[in-house]
C-alpha cells in the first residue's frame, strides 16, 4: 500500500517547507517537492493544509485502577479519541501496588494495552522497594524497552515514593541508562491539610486545591532535582502545574543540569474557580493533581514552555464519570484524581498557542511530539517527517473548526473540561502506521492494531550525563607512594 500527501507545508521541530510525503507501509519512504506516485496509490491533496508528526502524550492513564475504582477509558476507546484528536501514540503508566511483584503488574498493563489501536509504550512507576524491584527494573529496561521511572511523590498511603524509595530507584536507573520521572507534591504535608481541611468543615472539591498549595509542588520538584543531581541522573517532572516547579527547573537547567518538564495542556488553560462551581459535580470533574492553579500560573507555564524550561506536553488522561466523582461525595479526599483530554490536545495548544502567537507552528510540533520522541529515546522514528520515520502525521486544516463538547468528543467520559470551547485548526486527517484512521470526522480503525514501542536506555543526553561523571568520579588518596 502507497499513500501520497500532496502539496502541503511540511512541519518538523526545525523547519517547515513545501512538500509531498510518500508512505509506504507504515513508513516513510520520501519527502520532497513533486513526488511521483506509484500507480496505485491513495492519493491525499494537503493544499492549504499543514502536515505533522502525530501527537504523541507522554501521559495518560487509560484503565487505571486508582482510589477504590478504574478508569472508565481503556486502551481501546482511549487510543480511539486520541486518533481522532491527531495523537497517534501514548505513553502510559504500569503502577504496580505496594508489594506488588512489579513484572506481574507489567504483564498485566501490557494485556490490557493489547486492544490499543494506536502506538503505545510504558513509563513504570517504583512505589516500594525490596531486592526484586531492583531486579525488575534491570529486566524491563534490558529486555522489554523500558527506558524511564516514575516516582510519585504525593499519594501517601497508596503509591508514594518516600526518600528511600528514591534514592535506590534512582541509583538503579542510573545504573541502566534509563531516566527518572517525578509528580512533585509532598505527599505528607498534602495529608496533613486534607485532614486540617475536613476539620474545617470542608468536604466538597474546593478543599482539593486548598490541601495542595503550590509551595508543595515546588517543594517536591526542588527535592526531586536534588536527588539528581547528587545521583547524576536526568529526571523529567511530569505536570508541572506551577510556577514554582517551573522556576526549580529553570534554575536546574541554568546550572547545566538535565532536567525536563512536562505540561499539561488543561494547566495551561484552566484556573482554579473551577473549584467554586456550585454545582458539586462539575467542581468535582476537575479534581486533579496537581490541581487547577490560580490565576497567573497558566501564563508561567506557557512562557517555561516558549523560554525552552519546559518540552513537552501531556494530558494525564484518566477518566473518572461522574458516578465514580460521586465516591467522594461527603468527602473530597475520596473524589478520584483525574481529567480527560487526549483528543483536545493538539486541538486547544493549536488555538491557543499558535493562533494566539505564543508558539511557531515549529514549536508546537516540539511541544507536542519531537520533545517527546527525543526525551523518551524514540526520535526520529516518532516526532519527525522524513524518510524512515514511521508514518504517523497529521494533515492539520489551520482553517477548519470544531466545538469541543463531551456530547461529540469520542472519549468514554461524561464531561469534558473544555466543554463548549470553539477552536479552530484540527487535523482533517490523521494517518497512523501509514494507514487513514480518520478523516472529515471518521473515523476508521483497528482494535489491537496499536503496537508496543520499545524504547532503548541511555539516550545521547544521558551519554553525555553519564560521561561527565565518570570523569569526575572521587578517588580515595594514594598514600603508599
Ligand atoms: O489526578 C491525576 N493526575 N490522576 C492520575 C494520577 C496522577 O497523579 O498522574
Ligand atoms: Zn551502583
Ligand atoms: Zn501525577
Ligand atoms: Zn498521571
Redesign the pocket.
Known sequence: MSLLVKGGTVVNADHSQRADVLIEGDKIVAVGTDLNAPEDAEVHDASGCYVMPGGIDPHT?MQ?P?MGTVASEDFYTGTRAALAGGTTMIIDFVIPAPQQDVMEAWETWNGWAEKACADYSFHVAITWWDDSVGQAMETLATEKGVNSFKH?L?YKGAIMADDSVLAKSFHKARELGAICTV?AENGELIAHLQQEMLKMGITGPEGHPLSRPSELEGEAAERAITFADVMNVPLYI??NSCKESVDAIARARAQGQRVFGEALAGHMLIDDSVYQNKDWDTAAHYV??PPFRPKGHQEAIWAALQAGTLQTTAT?H?CFCTSQKRMGHNNFTQIP???AGVEDRMHVLWHHGVNAGRLTENEFVAATSANTAKIFNIYPRKGAILAGADADLVIWDPERKRTISKDSHHMNIDFNIFEGWEVTGTNRTTIAQGKVVYHDGELNVTEGAGRYIPRPTFPPYYQAVEKARQDTLPKPVDRMG
Open positions: 492513564h487505571l486508582f510519585f504525593a509528580h511530569v505536570h486533579m493533581s494525564d484518566a484524581n483525574g481529567t
